[in-house]
């Protein structure tokens, strides 16, 4: 995966492969510390070591490289993973990565990773949240708020879809968050 934003559909497929109906996505970078926490609300991990290239829950093939890569990522730049089951239901992970390390992957256009999987997974609802250097949370996107404003048809017109991304990229910039620049 060559970028942060490779790494984050990655995640959030695997929250949909979990039957998740629910991902809430937060971003923030303090102190040259890029974090990204990502919860849902699916069926929880049962393996124990995920990040284990060997470990999987795929049928199809006996190795995961996903998890492994972004760790490797993250303690690469002497960052951190964190992956555990939510109490009720669901999963969160959470990494960091230090953006001013030599080895940080670039972020990639991790507004255009939102809009694949908003518009790939309609039927998932993503909540989207910013954290600034003060650590203020703020909603910036709400899928399920957008469906019951406008229909799936015309949530498909292109000038909708570009409005949905320029928003979120806006706001991922406000923060430092710019795909254009790298890290």
């Not at 190795?63 to 992956?83: D, F, H, M, W």
């Not at 390390?101 to 949240?129: L, V």
Request: proline share 2%.
């Amino acid at each position: 995966m060559k970028d942060l934003a490779d790494h984050l559909f990655d995640i959030l497929e695997n929250s949909v492969k979990a039957g998740a109906t629910e991902v809430k996505i937060t971003l923030g970078i303090q102190d040259n510390l890029f974090f990204c926490k990502i919860e849902d609300n699916g069926m929880g991990i049962k393996e124990k070591n995920v990040t284990d290239p060997f470990v999987t829950s795929r049928k199809t093939r006996r190795v995961g490289l996903g998890l492994p890569l972004l760790k490797k990522a993250a303690e690469g730049t002497g960052g951190s993973l964190r992956i555990f089951n939510l109490e009720k239901k669901g999963a969160c992970l959470e990494f960091k990565i230090d953006i001013s390390h030599i080895d940080a992957k670039p972020f990639g256009d991790i507004a255009r990773t939102f809009i694949d999987a908003i518009y790939g997974w309609p039927k998932i609802n993503f909540e989207i949240f910013v954290q600034n250097k003060i650590g203020k949370k703020t909603s910036i996107f709400c899928s399920k708020e957008i469906k019951e404003i406008l229909s799936y048809t015309e949530m498909q017109q292109k000038e909708v879809r570009n409005f949905i991304y320029n928003s979120i990229n806006q706001e991922l910039n406000k923060i430092g968050i710019d795909f254009q620049f790298g890290i």
